[in-house]
Antibody, heavy 120, light 107 residues
Framework: QLQLQESGSGLVKPSQTLSLTCTLS??????????WSWIRQPPGKGLEYLGY???????YYTPSLRSRVTMSLDKSKNQFSLNLTSVTAADTAVYYC????????????WGHGTTVTVSS | DIQMTQSPSTLSASVGDRVTITCRAS??????LAWYQQKPGRAPKVLIY???TLEDGVPSRFSGSGSGRDYTLTISSLQPDDFATYYC?????????FGQGTKVEIK
């Protein structure tokens, strides 16, 4: 059974860089040409799509974050990662990683989510 | 970006009720519409994809319909486990966008 698990810094100071990693277990991140996505949810609010890294390494970032975000894939570790620079309090959220399933575009496997707080 | 508008924002219902949630896209999305259920402190879970296809393992009381810009999630007989927040999401184009959510509460 496929599982995703987020890890990384839970507390980040303003203007610094948020770094998260998502590790896949139960399968290979290089199989089936899926996309690996990041989504966040500010406290008490809805879901915001951040972007994806494709199994081949290409990426897409949502325009509002494009200047600050980088996503990458490490096939040797079965992981993908998110870096978000110059963070502010507005970046405080639960961050989820998810698999965007090839062919039907359903996000069918999600991590449990990790809370990131931006505060000095 | 494609804007997704869900209604209602909150819905109060009783066990056994038939519940309908609607989602309207700002442009046609060609049935590239998924529905997710989220419970407090948990990740979203996909229920329906491609507007009307039930994800494996999801109870058949959930169904989806619609076309063009307008889509509907129906729960035929609300069960205690169904009290949650529901989101629609378009996957017709990037960035993927979600509706603002519909919270289904106990009446």
């Amino acid at each position: 059974q496929l599982q995703l698990q987020e890890s990384g810094s839970g507390l980040v100071k303003p203007s610094q860089t948020l770094s998260l990693t998502c590790t896949l277990s139960g399968g290979s991140i290089d199989s089936d040409a899926n996309s690996w996505s990041w989504i966040r949810q500010p406290p008490g609010k809805g879901l915001e799509y951040l972007g994806y890294v494709y199994h081949g390494g290409s990426t897409y970032y949502t325009p509002s974050l494009r200047s600050r975000v980088t996503m990458s894939l490490d096939k040797s570790k079965n992981q993908f990662s998110l870096n978000l620079t110059s963070v502010t309090a507005a970046d405080t959220a639960v961050y989820y990683c998810a698999r965007d399933r090839r062919g039907d575009n359903a996000m069918d496997v999600w991590g449990h989510g990790t809370t990131v707080t931006v505060s000095s | 970006d494609i804007q997704m508008t869900q209604s209602p924002s909150t819905l109060s219902a009783s066990v056994g009720d038939r519940v309908t949630i609607t989602c309207r896209a700002s442009q046609t999305i060609f049935n590239w519409l998924a529905w997710y259920q989220q419970k407090p402190g948990r990740a979203p879970k996909v229920l329906i994809y491609k507007a009307s296809t039930l994800e494996d393992g999801v109870p058949s009381r959930f169904s989806g319909s619609g076309s063009g810009r307008d889509y509907t999630l129906t729960i035929s007989s609300l069960q205690p486990d169904d009290f949650a927040t529901y989101y629609c999401q378009q996957s017709s184009s990037y960035p993927r966008t979600f509706g603002q959510g519909t919270k289904v509460e106990i009446k």
